[in-house]
């Protein structure tokens, strides 16, 4: 089973509010907003489809996922959620879009394999599963559809009638009569009539009457009005789609999340930065032997790194040829002049595909290292193992460029490796141009779904005669005696952090481009020419690395994060025994307490008996068992959501369900790992007999025909008695006397080790000159949707132009390397985590006026207020209200007042003190 990483937790986390809060409110787009904001990021217009068989109504979002963030894995755990959180079903088909042939063959087979990660996660978010293509499912029984999810695995052109397959799809097939027996009366207009003008036993009727979830993978491929009309005749219950470019203009995207390249590099999964190299055309031959060299120093490198962690990697190298007719020729040229094995050289153009024989190329049997192509690899071809892409072509398409360095993005294992050369990706090209050849690798990992900022912070340029391994920042090693190492570390600090000395391991780093005068005085500490020499060499290719970055190449201040300044910040804790924990959740609910006591009634709006309508007047169990419907109306209140509620309803048939059966099934879908099961149940049997009695039910089965609306109310009223225990037992902590609450110097995070991962960066003009991590923040708008000044924004200003502040964090919420808080309800983060020039820290929490007063904003002062007076004055809290920054200057003028004190001097959180720890393992949302 592949773990879930924290930002794919993240996604489905986005996905299941979405679905929720649609399924109860019965509006996506003001849903679509409300997750937006939750998640803190910018506000999308949400854009309904318009298109036949497509109701405005329908949920429609897109998650977009870059290479290698896993959209795969995501869409089985999507698929699962749309199935419950949604539809409220038990079983429901799913209806799965791929991009070509190639990919469905490779989809179905992972999805049907009982080994495979993929069959396991749909499995363990769907229940049971059966996987067909879409030939298979011409063949479809109604005891399939009736008895699990069923998975139809399919191209958008299998539903359009010029394809053969698409005309099966809509010709009658008497396989497809079982399935139109006792159809609800409600539904039959839905269905498209035979020419005796009743329904037609066909597959599109069946997948119509119901409702798929659709499951679009790689979604740019499927956006055009055809494809919108093709989906309409399924008549599906939602979209999400699945890519790494969302459309923006005709017909776009609704992106509920966005994951950003720095999420993926912090969870291991791709290999960052792209390291360039470009000759020119009539330095092709070099470029060639480079690349062959380069490649062959990692494999000696993985080699080590085998022996170390015990993970096998062949690094492979794809090799871009001029036409196809030359790639038999090149083989021959790697044979002859650079002594490559034949059976180490492997050829994918147009027919000739040699990889279709290699059955594991990350086997260690497997002898592959290099891959000969011309436009494109072999669609859904995916290997790890492609670390150096040599493009020998002087002119490529951007469809080409594009298909091969997304080729090159995975990291093996989604794990980092301990030498960091293996944790980044190579491409040599042929070009006169270096700004030609970085325009084409930025649109390239554009169309993989990195952001253009991403795209120019990834590629990492390379100047003329340099091989790429270790730069940026460049250290050197040297000999014993080669440097004068107390004359350099004197000079490396007056440069403020531009150099760094490690005398111990024999290593200079140059951190930032440094000018000619900071040049000649490192430069002066060696003691040969070679050692001057070599230091010469890694200050210009930092210098050229910057300039290729867009910057100027000038020198500049390193930021503190660059200069490894430690950014130490304590945490919350709990004393237990003399042990420190983290003031978390199950703090609060470790005292007894007795859900079967409280009240069990439930909200006077519930009703099981008054459904959402849609088109229909009334759902209800028959005396032999059956569902039955009565007299079918529009409704003044109908809408997409409570429609498709009733459609399942219908298709759900009876049980014969008791009211201990009905009890065990909630206890099952209700979340309650901090309530024993002794106690739920009676909580749950008091709730239901408590409806029954008040609506005079006397069928146990009525209640269970709208069980998934049930357990929302009897889970939200549990939530009720959970957050007012909660509650008393968060204010016992945070104001009585004998708390154990404590801030100490053994539990704190330092930025210094943490990974910054922001999902987006601020692109504003103002220059931010004490951010820890550079001047772009994370996750700081600037402008509001109607163009004023963010207030947020306002406030990061005030914060960096401060002089009693020696740099500051825009503090990202809901990320594990974060600084946090616990409130009664969730986790708090403040906006703005600074390090005073006295050695304090000051945490912000920025609110605005409207919301000053509000009960979470009263839970976080509280909080944030026994933060910093636990921590013996150590720790500032403020949070100003609105654009009134009195209160950050208030503390931070008692904060200077102490400038004198021992504190001070010896700065509070010195690292002697507090241990570098590794991130804070993030929670969920409460």
């Known amino acids: 089973m592949i773990a879930l990483k924290d930002y794919q937790e993240r996604v489905l986390g986005s996905l299941r509010d979405f679905f929720r809060l649609c399924s109860k409110s019965g509006h996506p787009g ?476 024999g290593e200079v780093t140059i951190v930032v481009p440094l000018d000619k005068h900071e040049t000649d005085r490192l430069t002066a500490c060696a003691k040969s020419p070679a050692a001057k020499a070599k230091l010469e060499e890694a200050v210009a290719l930092v210098h050229e690395a910057e300039k290729a970055f867009g910057g100027s190449g000038q020198t500049r201040t390193p930021s503190p994060y660059e200069q490894r300044l430690d950014f130490i910040v304590p945490k919350l804790c709990v004393v237990e025994n003399g042990t420190l924990f983290e003031f978390e959740s199950t703090f609060l609910l470790e005292h007894p307490w007795q859900l079967s006591a409280k009240d069990a009634s439930l909200s006077d709006s519930y009703s099981p008996l008054e459904r959402p309508a849609g088109k229909a007047g009334l759902v209800d169990v028959s005396r032999n068992g059956k569902v039955e419907t009565s007299e079918i109306r529009e409704t003044r209140n109908a809408d997409f959501v409570g429609a498709l509620h009733q459609h399942v309803l219908q298709l759900g048939g009876a049980a014969d369900w008791t009211l201990e059966g009905l009890v065990a099934w909630l206890d099952r879908h209700i979340d309650h790992r901090d309530i024993p099961i002794g106690e739920s149940a009676e909580f749950l049997r008091k709730a239901v007999r408590g409806l029954m009695a008040k609506l005079a039910i006397s069928d146990v089965g009525v209640l269970a025909l709208d069980k998934f609306r049930l357990r929302d109310e009897i889970e939200a009223r549990i939530q009720q008695h959970r957050n007012n225990e909660r509650n008393g037992a968060f204010q016992r902590f945070l104001f009585l006397s004998d708390s154990m609450l404590a801030v100490r110097e053994e539990h704190a995070i330092n930025f210094k080790t943490m990974t910054y991962e922001p999902s987006w960066l601020y692109q504003g003009s103002f220059q931010f000159k004490k951010h820890y991590f550079g001047p772009k923040p994370g996750e700081l708008p600037d402008r509001t949707r109607t163009g004023e000044p963010a207030e947020e924004f306002t406030c990061a200003q005030f914060v960096d132009g401060r002089p009693e502040v020696k740099f500051w964090v825009r503090n990202l919420p809901r990320k594990g390397t974060s600084f946090r808080l616990l409130t009664s309800k969730d986790w708090f983060y403040p906006d703005f985590v600074c390090q005073l020039t006295d050695g304090r820290v000051l945490a912000v929490a920025y609110k605005g006026r409207h919301l000053y007063d509000a009960a979470d904003a009263e839970d976080k002062r509280a909080v944030g207020a026994v933060w910093a007076s636990r921590s013996d004055g150590r720790c500032l809290f403020v949070m100003p209200k609105g654009e009134d920054f009195g209160e950050i200057t208030k503390a931070l003028r008692l904060s200077r007042a102490s400038q004198t004190s021992p504190v001070a001097a010896n700065g509070p959180f010195a690292p002697a003190s507090y241990p570098e720890r590794g991130s804070p393992a993030s929670s969920p949302l409460m």
């Open 30 to 505: 003001a849903t679509f907003q409300a997750v937006l904001t939750h998640n803190g990021s910018p506000q999308m217009p949400y854009v309904p489809v318009h298109a036949a068989g497509l109701a405005p109504g329908m949920p429609y979002v897109c998650l977009r996922v870059p290479t290698g963030g896993g959209k795969t894995l995501l869409a089985c755990y999507a698929a699962g959620l749309a199935k419950h959180e949604l539809l409220h079903a038990e079983r429901a088909v799913v209806l799965w879009l791929v991009p070509s042939n190639t990919i469905l063959d490779q989809t179905a087979d992972a999805l049907r394999d009982p080994r495979h990660p993929y069959r396991r996660a749909l499995e363990l978010s769907c229940g049971a599963v059966e996987v067909l293509t879409i030939e298979e499912a011409l063949r479809l029984s109604r005891a399939s559809v009736d008895g699990q999810t069923v998975v139809i695995v399919a191209t958008i052109q299998s539903f359009r009638v010029e394809d053969t397959t698409g005309r099966k799809v809509y010709e009658q097939n008497g396989a497809f009569a079982e399935h139109l027996l006792n159809v609800p009366a409600d539904r039959l207009a839905d269905l498209l009539p035979g020419a005796d003008g009743k329904p037609k036993p066909s597959l599109v009727n069946v997948l119509r009457l119901r409702r798929p979830i659709v499951i679009v993978d790689e979604a740019h491929n499927a956006r055009t009005d055809l494809s919108f009309a093709t989906l309409g005749n399924v008549m599906p219950s939602c979209i999400v789609e699945f890519t790494a470019t969302p459309a923006r203009e005709k017909n776009p995207s609704n992106v509920l999340h966005h994951v950003s390249a720095a999420e993926l590099k912090a969870a291991d999964m791709i290999k960052l930065p792209l390291r360039v190299v470009a000759r020119h055309p009539s330095q092709r031959d070099q470029l060639l032997a480079e690349a062959i060299t380069l490649r062959a120093d990692l494999e000696r490198v993985a080699a080590a790194e085998a022996q170390a962690t015990g993970e096998y990697l062949r690094p492979v190298m794809l090799l871009q040829a001029e036409r196809v007719d030359a790639c038999e020729q090149l083989r021959d040229r790697l044979a002859s002049e650079f002594g490559v094995a034949k059976e180490q050289v492997k050829i994918s153009v147009g027919v000739l595909d040699e990889l279709k024989n290699v059955k594991d190329i990350t086997s260690p049997k497997c002898p592959v290292r290099f891959i000969i192509t011309v436009q494109k690899l072999r669609e859904g071809w995916d290997c790890p193992f492609a670390y150096v892409l040599c493009s020998l072509k002087e002119t490529r398409s951007a469809t080409a460029i594009e298909q091969i360095v997304g080729r090159i993005l995975r990291l093996p294992g989604a794990q980092t490796k301990r030498h960091p050369d293996l944790n980044c990706a190579y491409a040599f090209s042929v070009s006169d141009s270096l700004p030609e050849v970085l325009n084409e690798l930025r649109e390239a990992l554009e169309s993989n779904g990195f952001t253009t900022a991403e795209a120019e912070r990834i590629i990492l340029p390379m100047p003329q005669g340099v091989l790429p391994l270790g730069v940026q920042p460049k250290t050197v090693t040297f000999q014993p005696g080669e440097i004068d190492y107390p004359v350099a570390q004197f000079h490396a600090e007056v440069m403020g952090g531009k150099v760094r000395i490690d005398a111990e391991k």
